[in-house]
């Protein structure tokens, strides 16, 4: 069964570093999503994409992030400059369509970001 | 969004079933239920989702009041690696992207 795939599994780098977070998404999926979860709390919604562009963001996502899907095949999340409180799981998701019905969300295994 | 209600956990023994139950009682005529779940460290992962009808699928069961304003997901024969995050989530179809939001769900403990 295809899977959305991310890398890397871990990252690790220091406060005001910049960070890429890649995800592969379903090949024949046309929305994309980032979530993250902080240990022991719930996941948060930060971004959904289609068309080349957002279609929707959370308060969260703010100018510190940005997505970008470069090549018709990767779908990328990058904090310009981390923070401490950025430390998190990242998950990325894909889905067919947006219709609630007929379309649920595929999620990768996530990156986990430690922000030192 | 409108809200659901969860337990915070339930306990289970393997190969019995499980009833996890799902209070949605602001829940519109365009929301529908759906049901993911979380397996430790990995990311969430659909189960089942449905609008008045109950539903069957190879995961599980969903039964849906007639009200709509509860549901439940019913796995028939619990097994240890069904331990998990179970979500019960309400989604409307937005137009742009509709996003899941999740809640704290129901964590499933399941025993030999």
């Known amino acids: 069964e295809p899977e959305v795939t991310q890398t890397p599994s871990h990252q690790v780098t220091q406060m005001g570093q910049e960070v890429i977070l890649r995800c592969v998404p379903i090949?024949?999926?046309?929305?994309f999503y980032w979530y993250r979860q902080i240990l022991g709390q719930k996941v948060e919604f930060l971004v959904s994409?289609?068309?080349?562009?957002?279609?929707?963001k959370s308060e969260i996502f703010d100018d510190q992030f940005s997505v970008e899907r470069p090549d018709g095949s990767n779908f990328t999340l990058k904090i310009r400059s981390t923070k401490l409180e950025d430390s998190a799981m990242y998950f990325c998701?894909?889905?067919?369509?947006?219709?609630?019905?007929?379309?649920?969300?595929?999620f990768g295994n996530g990156t986990r970001l430690t922000v030192t | 969004d409108a809200k659901t209600t969860q337990p915070n956990s339930m306990e289970s023994n393997e190969e019995e079933p499980v009833h996890l139950p799902c209070n949605h009682s602001t829940i519109s005529g365009t929301d529908y239920i759906h049901w993911y779940r979380q397996l430790p460290s990995q990311g969430p992962e659909y189960v089942i989702h449905g609008l008045t009808s109950n539903v069957n699928n190879r995961m599980a069961s969903l039964a849906i009041a007639e009200d709509r304003k509860s549901s439940t997901l019913i796995l028939h024969r619990a097994t240890l690696r069904d331990a998990a995050v179970y979500y019960c989530i309400l989604r409307r179809f937005t137009g742009g992207g509709n996003k899941l939001t999740f809640g704290t769900g129901t964590q499933l403990k399941v025993e030999l």
């Open positions: 090949s024949n999926h046309l929305y």
């Open positions: 998701a894909s889905s067919r369509t947006s219709l609630p019905f007929y379309s649920p969300l595929h």
């Open positions: 994409f289609y068309n080349n562009e957002i279609s929707e």
